[in-house]
C-alpha cells in the first residue's frame, strides 16, 4: 500500500490501526486506495475527533467508527465493515427512519432518544444523543451519513431516579405510621421498576429469619407475605442478609453452587432480590420480584432500592419520634374523656332515634302501599262481583249479559294493570328487553299523545340527527312516557307546551344519593308548561299511591311505574321542577348497539272455531287453575293431560318427552319449577314446544324469560289460543331454544 494512499490513517490510535490492517478488498469499499477523496476526508476527521462517531458508506451502509465510539458498541462483535444495520439489528426499525432521512439529505439530530440494545449479553435499555447527518460528494450527491453520538443513559437515569425519590418523600410525608410509609414505598417502587412484586419485611431478633409483613402484587401474581428461614436460602442468604449485604437468586441457579441455591421458586416466583438495610438489629428490606422472566439487575435498579429503602426508613424514624409527641397530647385529651364519654352518649341516642324514626317511616310506607292495593283491588272485585251476579240470573238479557261480561274482562285487564305497576315499581316485572331506536318510538308516541293530552296542549318533539339505540321493555317504554304525559297533561290544567326531547349523548348524573355514570345513556325528557311541583311533595312523587289529585282523578302508580321501568332496564329518572315555572322528567336509559333489521312476526289470528290440534300436557300445582287450564285447551280442541308438579310430568312424558305435541306449565311450584322443567325438556326433547305461565317470579324477572316462550297471568283463552296455534302448527323449536 502507497504511502500516499493511507496517510490520512496515519493517526494513532486503536481503531486508525484496525482500518489499517483490514481488508478492504472484498468490502464494497475496495482497497483503501481507490477510496474517493470524500471518504477518506472523512475518515480522517472522524478519527481525529474526540467525540463518539461512526461513518455509515453507500448502499451496503458499511461502517467505519472511531475509538470514542467503542464504548457505544459495548460487548457487540466487531463493528467494522460491517452493515450498520446488521450492527445495530435489534434496534433496527427505530434507526432506519432516520438512515433513510440521512440519505435522503435530511439531517436528524434527537437527545436522550431511548433504545433497547443487546451490547452485553443481554437486552438493556439505554439513551443517547444522535445527530445524523448526510456525506455529500463534489457533485453534491448523498454518498454516507456520519453518525455523531453520546450515551446519557447515566444522566437519564440519575434525573429519573431523582425525580423518583422527591415523588416518594412528597407521597409519605403525610404518614403517619411504619406500616402506610412502607406500603406506600412499595407501591410506587413496583410501578417505576415495572416490578410484579414489592413487599418489605423485618429481620428476626435472633437474625435466623426474616418475616414479610406486607406487599404489592400485580393481578394474578402470588403474595410473599409470610416468614421465612435464612437457612432455607443457604449460607449465601444467611451470610449476606446479616451483613446487610444485597442477596440476588435467580430461577436458572447459575450463579450461585447447587447447595446455596436459594430461589423463592417454592412459592411461585422466578427470580427475586432482596435489598436489606440492618437498623438496630432489625432488618428493613425491599423484597422487589419479577416474576414472569429471570430480571437481570443493574447497578442502578440497586442503588435505587438502596436509596428507597434509607429514606423510607428515615422518614420511619421521624414517624416514630411524632408518635412519641402525640403521645403526650394524648394524655392531655385524657382530661377531656369526661365530656367526650357524654357526647358519645349523646350521639348514640340521637342514632337510636334516627333509626326509629327510619323504621317508622318504613312501616308508613308498608301501610300506605298495603291500603292502596286494598282499597283499588275492592274497587275492581266489586265490579267483578256484581257482574257475576248478574250473569247468574237466567231471564238476563243477551245486550245485557254480553255488557257484563265485558265489565269481567276489563275489570281483569285493569286488575292485571295495577299488579303489573306495583311489579315495576318493585323491579320486579318481567321485562322483555328488545334492541329498538327511542327516536322512532318517541315520535311514534308524540304522534297518539294528541289523544291524551288533548287539542288545547301542543306536543313538540326535539330528536338528535343521529339514531340512538337502546335495550329495554319496548312496550314498558312508551307506557313510562304515556305516564309522564298523563301527569304533564294534569299539571298544565289541558293547555300548554309539552317537550319530549331525546339527548342520545348523555351521562347519567348523580340521582337521589346514588351514583351517577360516565357511560353513555340515552336521555329522554318531557317538560311542561304546568304549575311545578312544591319542594315538600318533590321526594315522594314517586311512591306508590302516592297523589295529589283529587279522589277518583289517579291511582298514584304511575310515576312508580316509570321509576321501577328505568331502575330495572339498569337507568333511573330524576325530576327537576319550580313552582309557576313547570316540571321536567328525564328518563336515562344506558346506550346499545343496533341490532340487525328484523321481519315483525305476523300476527296470529284471533280465537276461532278450528283453533285446537294436538296434545297439550298442562303441569299446575293449583288443582283449580289446572282444572281451568285443561278446560280452555279442551274447549279450545285440544286433547290435554293434567300433571301436578314438574315429577310427575316428567315421569308421564318418559324419557324421550314423546306423546304430547306442546307443554304448558306454571313457573312457581314446589320441588322443581316450571323454568327447571323447561330446561330438561329442552335436553330430552328440543323441538318440544314449551309456554310458561307465571303472575310472578323473581328469577324471570331478574333474567327475563331464559329463551321460553312466556306468558303473564292472568291470561286470556285468546291468547293461550294464539300462542299454541303457532307453536303446534309450525312445530316451533324456537320455544325450547334461546
Known amino acids: 500500500m502507497a504511502a500516499a494512499a493511507t496517510g490520512f490513517l496515519e493517526i494513532d490510535g486503536e481503531m486508525a490501526a484496525a482500518i489499517r490492517r483490514h481488508d478492504w478488498s472484498a468490502s464494497p469499499l475496495g482497497p483503501i486506495e481507490r477510496w474517493p477523496d470524500v471518504l477518506k476526508t472523512t475518515v480522517a476527521l472522524m478519527l481525529g475527533s474526540r467525540f463518539p462517531q461512526a461513518i455509515v458508506w453507500g448502499p451496503e451502509l458499511i461502517t467505519l467508527h472511531n475509538d470514542a465510539f467503542i464504548p457505544i458498541l459495548g460487548h457487540k462483535p466487531a463493528a467494522l465493515g460491517r452493515p450498520f444495520s446488521a450492527v445495530w439489528d435489534e434496534a433496527w426499525d427505530e434507526i432506519r427512519p432516520m438512515v433513510e432521512a440521512a440519505f435522503a439529505g435530511r439531517a436528524t439530530f434527537l437527545e436522550d432518544f431511548p433504545l433497547l440494545v443487546a451490547r452485553g449479553g443481554h437486552p438493556e435499555r439505554a439513551h443517547f444523543t444522535f445527530c445524523y447527518s448526510p456525506i455529500r460528494d463534489q457533485q453534491g450527491r448523498v454518498v454516507g451519513m456520519l453518525d455523531t453520538v453520546t450515551e446519557t443513559t447515566g444522566t437519564v437515569v440519575a434525573a429519573r431516579q431523582l425525580e423518583f425519590l422527591d415523588r416518594l418523600g412528597r407521597a409519605v410525608a403525610n404518614a403517619r405510621d411504619p406500616d402506610t410509609v412502607m406500603a406506600t414505598t412499595t407501591r410506587m417502587v413496583a410501578a417505576h421498576l415495572r416490578l410484579s412484586n414489592c413487599a418489605y419485611a423485618d429481620m428476626d431478633p435472633d437474625q435466623d429469619g426474616f418475616t414479610i409483613r406486607g406487599d404489592w402484587a400485580a393481578p394474578g401474581s402470588p403474595s410473599i407475605v409470610g416468614h421465612y428461614s435464612l437457612a432455607a436460602f443457604g449460607r449465601l442468604a444467611v451470610r449476606n442478609l446479616r451483613a446487610g449485604e444485597p442477596l440476588i437468586v435467580n430461577d436458572n441457579r447459575a450463579e450461585l453452587a447447587p447447595e446455596e441455591a436459594a430461589t423463592f421458586q417454592a412459592i411461585g416466583i422466578s427470580a427475586t432480590i432482596c435489598m436489606p438495610l440492618v437498623k438496630d438489629g432489625r432488618l428493613i428490606a425491599l423484597m422487589a420480584i419479577h416474576d414472569r422472566v429471570p430480571r437481570v439487575w443493574s447497578p442502578d435498579d440497586l442503588a435505587l432500592i438502596r436509596a428507597v ?430
Not at 399 to 425: N, P
Not at 442 to 455: K, N, P
Open 309 to 738: 429503602t434509607e429514606r423510607s426508613w428515615a422518614h420511619i424514624e421521624r414517624v416514630r419520634a411524632d408518635a412519641a409527641v402525640r403521645a403526650a397530647a394524648e394524655a392531655l385529651a385524657g382530661l377531656n374523656a369526661t365530656l367526650e364519654e357524654r357526647v358519645r352518649e349523646r350521639t348514640a341516642q340521637l342514632v337510636e332515634a334516627e333509626a326509629a324514626l327510619r323504621q317508622s317511616q318504613k312501616m308508613e310506607a308498608v301501610g300506605q302501599l298495603t291500603g292502596g292495593v286494598a282499597h283499588d283491588f275492592n274497587n275492581l272485585l266489586t265490579i267483578i262481583r256484581s257482574s257475576v251476579d248478574f250473569l247468574r240470573r237466567p231471564d238476563l238479557a243477551e245486550e245485557r249479559r254480553r255488557r257484563y261480561i265485558d265489565a269481567v274482562s276489563d275489570t281483569v285487564d285493569r286488575a292485571a294493570k295495577l299488579t303489573g305497576q306495583l311489579l315495576a315499581f318493585a323491579r320486579r316485572q318481567t321485562l322483555n328487553p328488545e334492541v329498538f331506536e327511542v327516536g322512532a318510538r318517541l315520535r311514534a308516541v308524540a304522534d297518539m299523545l294528541d289523544s291524551v293530552t288533548g287539542a288545547r296542549i301542543r306536543v313538540v318533539t326535539v330528536l338528535p340527527d343521529e339514531p340512538c339505540h337502546v335495550r329495554a321493555d319496548q312496550s314498558q317504554f312508551e307506557t313510562a312516557l304515556v305516564n309522564m304525559a298523563v301527569n304533564a297533561r294534569d299539571a298544565m290544567a289541558g293547555e300548554g307546551t309539552l317537550t319530549l326531547r331525546l339527548d342520545g349523548r348523555r351521562p347519567l348524573p348523580p340521582i337521589r344519593g346514588h351514583a351517577g355514570s360516565r357511560e353513555t345513556f340515552a336521555a329522554v325528557s318531557l317538560t311542561d308548561t304546568g304549575a311545578g311541583i312544591p319542594s315538600e311533595v318533590l321526594p315522594h312523587i314517586f311512591e306508590p299511591f302516592f297523589t295529589t289529585k283529587e279522589v277518583g282523578k289517579g291511582t298514584g302508580l304511575g310515576l312508580s311505574q316509570v321509576y321501577g321501568f328505568a331502575k330495572q332496564s339498569g337507568g333511573d329518572v330524576d325530576v327537576a321542577s319550580a313552582v309557576g315555572q313547570g316540571t321536567t322528567f328525564t328518563l336515562y336509559l344506558p346506550r346499545a348497539q343496533p341490532e340487525g333489521d328484523r321481519a315483525p312476526d305476523a300476527e296470529a289470528p284471533g280465537l276461532g272455531p278450528e283453533t285446537g290440534g294436538g296434545r297439550v300436557l298442562v303441569v299446575e300445582d293449583n288443582v283449580e287453575v289446572g282444572r281451568f287450564a285443561t278446560q280452555i285447551l279442551q274447549d279450545l280442541g285440544y286433547e290435554t293431560a293434567l300433571a301436578a308438579s314438574a315429577e310427575a310430568a316428567l315421569e308421564r312424558l318418559g324419557p324421550e318427552a314423546a306423546g304430547f305435541d306442546a307443554v304448558f306449565s306454571d313457573v312457581v311450584m314446589p320441588g322443581m319449577g316450571g323454568l327447571a322443567l323447561a330446561r330438561e325438556l329442552r335436553r330430552l326433547r328440543p323441538d318440544l314446544p314449551v309456554i310458561l305461565a307465571s303472575g310472578y317470579s323473581h328469577v324471570l324477572a331478574q333474567e327475563g324469560g331464559h329463551g321460553f316462550t312466556l306468558l303473564h297471568k292472568p291470561y286470556s283463552a285468546e291468547q293461550l289460543a294464539r300462542l299454541l296455534r303457532g307453536l303446534v302448527r309450525t312445530g316451533s323449536a324456537t320455544a325450547g331454544r334461546p
